[in-house]
């Protein structure tokens, strides 16, 4: 990727830890060193994975003294959510066989 393109919500929660770094900024605003101490991995590596996300818009830093203060911006998972959405109809329909299914099984067996 080149220096001009930018990350989207998407490409930056398809990591794992980056989904783990918004859960826990979602509870509360956090320095680099203390988002460190939840993985086993060096600062420059959450270091990057924070540009991904800021990136993307999903959290912002605010430099306090010597460290710098992230905080959780979720406004661009909207985006994910409406895209979502749409699939929904599907995993409804699924489920509307299923129970379908499973209930005429019952009435069946108690037959």
Known sequence: MS???KYDV??????PTRREVLKLLATKERSIAEITTHFDMSRTAISKHLHVLADAEL???????REKIYMLQP???TELKQWLAFYE???NNKLTK???VVENEAITDTE
């Open 75 to 77: 406004e661009p998972l």
């Open 89 to 91: 109809q599907f995993w």
């Open 59 to 65: 959290v912002s830093g605010l430099k306090v003294g």
């Open 98 to 100: 299923l129970k379908y």
């Open 10 to 15: 998407f490409q930056a929660i398809a990591d």
């Open 3 to 5: 220096a001009a393109e």
